[in-house]
């Protein structure tokens, strides 16, 4: 391998310069600075096909799930209202969560990616109330599911690809 067929650092894209945005059920956008960590996946699902004189096993894809997590420092009780009204109507909102990396060392080189998770529904425990004699940050962690997802804007292969 040549020097010349390395990959070059300016692709290596940082997560710090991503965003985060969520879009509340009432069309409200709020920029999620308080997000320290967000991760979204496809958790493609699989089941084994048997085939007769086959000696290998295969796999179809059979559908996929749109699970995500977010650390947020509690500085917004915004799931909280979500979890509020399910409680007191019976009805869990839906919010829309938008994920944006341009970082400005790759922007020039691989550009910008761009995904919005559509139809979110949280899944798991929502932090309604911490008190402690530590000096932590109140952090919670908050995991759900997507049923779609669009990408606006995706990286550009880099040149030696």
């Known amino acids: 391998m040549s020097f010349n067929e390395l990959m070059r650092t300016e692709d290596a894209s940082l997560s710090k310069f991503a965003t985060v945005y969520m879009t509340t059920a009432e069309g409200n956008?709020?920029?999620?600075?308080?997000?320290?960590?967000?991760?979204?996946?496809?958790?493609?699902?699989?089941?084994?096909?048997?085939?007769?004189?086959?000696?290998?096993?295969?796999?179809?894809?059979?559908?996929?799930?749109?699970?995500?997590?977010?650390?947020?420092?509690?500085?917004?009780?915004?799931?909280?209202?979500?979890?509020?009204?399910?409680?007191?109507?019976?009805?869990?909102?839906?919010?829309?969560?938008?994920?944006?990396n341009e970082d400005p060392t790759t922007v020039t080189t691989i550009g910008r990616s761009d995904k919005i998770y559509n139809s979110c529904i949280l899944d798991g425990d929502v932090l309604l109330s911490l008190a402690g004699s530590e000096e932590d940050y109140i952090e919670q962690e908050i995991n759900g599911y997507a049923e779609g997802v669009e990408t606006p804007e995706r990286y550009r292969n880099p040149e030696y690809m």
Do not use: H, W
């Open 29 to 100: 956008r709020l920029k999620m600075l308080m997000c320290k960590n967000f991760e979204a996946k496809a958790n493609v699902k699989t089941k084994a096909l048997p085939r007769m004189g086959a000696i290998v096993e295969a796999y179809r894809a059979t559908g996929v799930a749109l699970p995500f997590k977010m650390t947020i420092y509690k500085c917004t009780e915004e799931f909280d209202k979500m979890v509020d009204n399910f409680i007191k109507k019976g009805i869990m909102p839906k919010f829309q969560i938008q994920c944006s």
